[in-house]
């Protein structure tokens, strides 16, 4: 099974617009941290720093598998 190199840009440019979406929040999220509120601004960090990276988990495992939208 070969990995489809058109999939695997569109993947990338997906991660990567995710990434991006998140980094905004996690901006917003230091904000709260500044203002006081440290718990929930590094829970809050924490928790988009995770999502960015189960989303590239994820595309990576839809790379690898072929699949994804055709």
């Known amino acids: ?10 993947a990338a440019r997906d991660v990567a617009a995710h990434a991006v979406e998140k ?15 440290i718990a929930g601004g590094v829970g809050a960090i924490v928790q988009d720093s995770t999502d960015i ?9 839809e790379v690898i598998r072929g699949e994804g939208d055709e």
């Open 23 to 37: 980094a905004a929040d996690i901006v917003e999220d230091a904000g709260h941290i500044i203002k006081g509120d």
């Open 53 to 61: 990276a189960t989303h590239a988990v994820g595309k990576a495992k």
């Open 1 to 10: 099974m070969a990995i489809d190199p058109k999939h695997a840009f569109q």
